[in-house]
């Protein structure tokens, strides 16, 4: 039997939500009996365990280094920090290393695999190379134009672009050029250039199954608002939030409605509030036919997410490659950007630049971005219509076709 490696960064959701996108879909095209190995930890270790419930023994926790959490996403000084003394927990840097391509080691050394597949994981591209086993390294970053009060993390930069150089292929999880979203995150170096392919976004092409309308859905019909989207990992999570309500705090916010997805299974997060300044639950704003203002959910079903996008005059979101891509290609809305990384603030400067979104670092930006999009509507409108139709969404597709390629190969 086969066996297929794959290690997943767990910073933020997107290195997850490539990944099972492509676990979708590899059946379909690799012939041969296989199996997969999942590595990662914490909150995407626990997405696996609840998703693979009887594929335990295949899920692995490797202590992959991540950043320091701070209040608005990783908190620079306190990694840095961390690389020699313990901060929140975290042993020193070093010494994660080394445990981390230890148990990695380790596993490699267990499993024997016929191929890896890295999303975010760079240690892992270097074992795979030593022991002259294929691998795949799916990304939308290798050296990102960092600004000037980034510019001292250029040496880890390159540091990080030379592991991710010793992966076989490097596919890159977006549109081929010129409609690369992750252009500036990019800046490919010539040796590496032969190993690149753009195998296109990770979008699910899964049609929603239609279930009886549910009573938000039925609530925000007929309704022009926003959607005001808090993703990743808690801090950062936490940090678009309280950015979102300085913006809501804005007198040119007082009318606009808005709906807030906030990424967390906590139903007593989901409320209405009402033009009279009264909260409501979603079914009695209903019910009561409440002139609503602010629509909080904590998390959407698929079928509901599908409706807010189709339905919203705009998205609101921090930046993540995956989301973008997903809304002006897949729906094609506008998008109003406020960065967390710099890594976010290249995928909007990009959008930007084509006027399929807006750039908003401070708070008076974003209400501007509201009005300017209302009012050149037909503009965004037919940026994003030409946009969606040079938008390649079949990235799970092509990943798994080069999967069964070289498997094929290895016979």
Same mark, same amino acid.
């Given at each position: 039997m086969l066996k297929i490696g794959e290690f997943i960064y767990p910073w933020g959701g997107g290195h997850y939500s490539r990944m099972m996108r492509l676990n979708e879909t590899l059946e379909g095209h690799v012939k041969n009996e296989f199996e997969i190995h999942f590595s990662s930890k914490d909150h995407v270790?626990?997405?696996?365990?609840?998703?693979?419930?009887?594929?335990?023994?295949?899920?692995?926790?490797?202590?992959?280094?991540?950043?320091i959490d701070g209040r608005f996403g990783p908190s620079i000084s306190m990694s840095l920090?961390?690389?020699?003394?313990?901060?929140?927990k975290n042993p020193p840097l070093v010494r @994660?290393?080394? &445990?981390?391509?230890?148990?990695?080691?380790?596993?490699?050394?267990?499993e024997r695999f016929d191929l890896v597949i890295n999303d975010g994981d760079m240690g892992s591209?270097?074992?795979?190379?030593?022991?002259?086993?294929? &691998?795949? *390294?799916?990304?939308? @970053?290798?050296?990102?134009?960092?600004?000037?009060?980034?510019?001292?993390?250029?040496?880890?930069?390159?540091?990080?672009?030379?592991?991710?150089?010793k992966a076989s292929k490097i596919l890159v999880a977006d549109s081929p050029?010129?409609?690369?979203?992750?252009?500036y995150n990019l800046n490919f170096v010539d040796e590496v250039k032969e190993k690149v392919v753009y195998v296109g976004h990770f979008t699910s092409l899964k049609k929603?199954? @239609?279930?009886?309308?549910?009573?938000?859905e039925r609530l925000i019909e007929n309704n022009e608002f926003g959607y005001w989207m808090r993703t990743g990992n808690k801090s950062t999570n936490d940090g678009t939030g309280q950015r979102y309500e300085k913006v809501f705090q804005q007198s040119e916010m007082k009318q606009e409605k808005r709906i807030v997805s906030h990424a967390r299974n906590d139903s007593s997060i989901d409320s209405v509030l009402g033009?009279?300044?009264?909260?409501?639950?979603?079914?009695?704003?209903?019910?009561?036919?409440?002139?609503?203002?602010?629509i909080d959910i904590g998390f959407l079903s698929e079928q509901e997410r599908d409706s807010v996008l189709d339905l919203c005059k705009y998205a609101v979101v921090n930046g993540s490659h995956t989301v973008i891509g997903e809304i002006m290609g897949g729906k094609s809305k506008p998008i109003i950007g406020i960065p967390v990384y710099d890594e976010h603030t290249n995928n909007i400067r990009w959008a930007e630049e084509r006027n399929l979104g807006i750039l908003a670092t401070k708070t008076k930006e974003v209400t501007r971005a509201i009005s300017r999009i209302k009012e050149n509507g037909e503009e965004f409108e037919a940026n994003l219509?030409? *946009?969606?139709r040079n938008f390649v969404p079949t990235g799970a597709e092509t990943t798994a076709k080069i999967v069964a390629e070289i498997l094929e190969e290895k016979r």
């Open positions: 270790y626990e997405k696996l365990l609840e998703r693979f419930p009887s594929e335990r023994a295949r899920i692995h926790k490797i202590p992959m280094p991540t950043p920090l961390n690389l020699l003394l313990p901060i929140s @994660q290393i080394t &445990s981390y391509l230890r148990e990695e080691r380790r596993l490699y050394n267990e591209n270097i074992l795979a190379k030593n022991r002259n086993i294929p &691998s795949l *390294f799916i990304t939308n @970053q290798f050296r990102p134009k960092l600004y000037s009060t980034r510019s001292y993390l250029y040496p880890s930069l390159i540091f990080v672009a030379k592991q991710i150089a050029p010129p409609y690369t979203v992750c252009k929603v199954a @239609q279930k009886e309308r549910s009573d938000l033009a009279d300044g009264r909260k409501y639950s979603v079914s009695e704003a209903l019910d009561k036919k409440v002139d609503w203002i602010q219509k030409e *946009f969606s």
